[in-house]
T-cell receptor, first 115, second 109 residues
């Protein structure tokens, strides 16, 4: 399985500011995924990031609020822009893996608190 | 509509008291069912993938089984370190993932 790291592991931010979360994978992958997990809830897919093309956003998520970069096959960033307390969540990066490449493996997460 | 439902929401067990967690799913076509363990404030840690009804997977005190409508995660003689939230997810033939809300397991020494 892929080894995924995320930075920062946690942060406390002020309302109206932006935070960029980094995700690094130890192998080249075509697709990287960004999820949000709000307190007490399940995982919600924000977007899929392919290298060399624009990210594909899920319903309810827009590029202006969550811009994503994917400069190469091992790295991606997610920015949470103009934050409000409702953005307080764990943000997770994931990739496909396993023998059939059909299992999602997750990074350790970034725990964001917006005051 | 495709969906995943986990029960119970929370479970408290005495150390050594075996039990099962349930994951019921409705998908148009199942490509795989996945179990994860998630510790507070951390990312989900992959446990098992099941592909077809009748399949079973085991790892230490955990055993996952699959039928056409649901999956069970059996925990045998649990220890306090098994305390975590256990997430179930399914992947359909359209490559969409659906996650349950998890079962929060607490094992009391």
């Amino acid at each position: 399985s892929a080894v995924i790291s995320q930075k920062p592991s946690r942060d406390i931010c002020q309302r109206g500011t932006s935070l960029t979360i980094q995700c690094q994978v130890d192998s080249q992958v075509t697709m990287m995924f960004w999820y949000r997990q709000q307190p007490g809830q399940s995982l919600t897919l924000i977007a899929t990031a392919n290298q060399g093309s624009e990210a594909t956003y899920e319903s309810g998520f827009v590029i202006d609020k969550f811009p994503i970069s994917r400069p190469n096959l091992t790295f991606s960033t997610l920015t949470v822009s103009n934050m409000s307390p409702e953005d307080s969540s764990i943000y997770l990066c994931s990739v496909n893996g396993g023998s059939l490449a059909d299992t999602q493996y997750f990074g350790p997460g970034t725990r964001l608190t917006v005051l | 509509e495709d969906q995943v439902t986990q029960s119970p929401e929370a479970l408290r067990l005495q150390e050594g008291e075996s039990s099962s967690l349930n994951c019921s799913y409705t998908v148009s076509g199942l490509r795989g069912l996945f179990w994860y363990r998630q510790d507070p404030g951390k990312g989900p840690e992959f446990l098992f993938t099941l592909y077809s009804a009748g399949e079973e997977k085991e790892k230490e005190r955990l055993k996952a089984t699959l039928t056409k409508k649901e999956s069970f995660l059996h925990i045998t003689a649990p220890k306090p370190e098994d305390s975590a939230t256990y997430l179930c997810a399914v992947r359909d033939t359209g490559n969409q993932f659906y996650f349950g809300t998890g079962t929060s397991l607490t094992v009391i020494p």
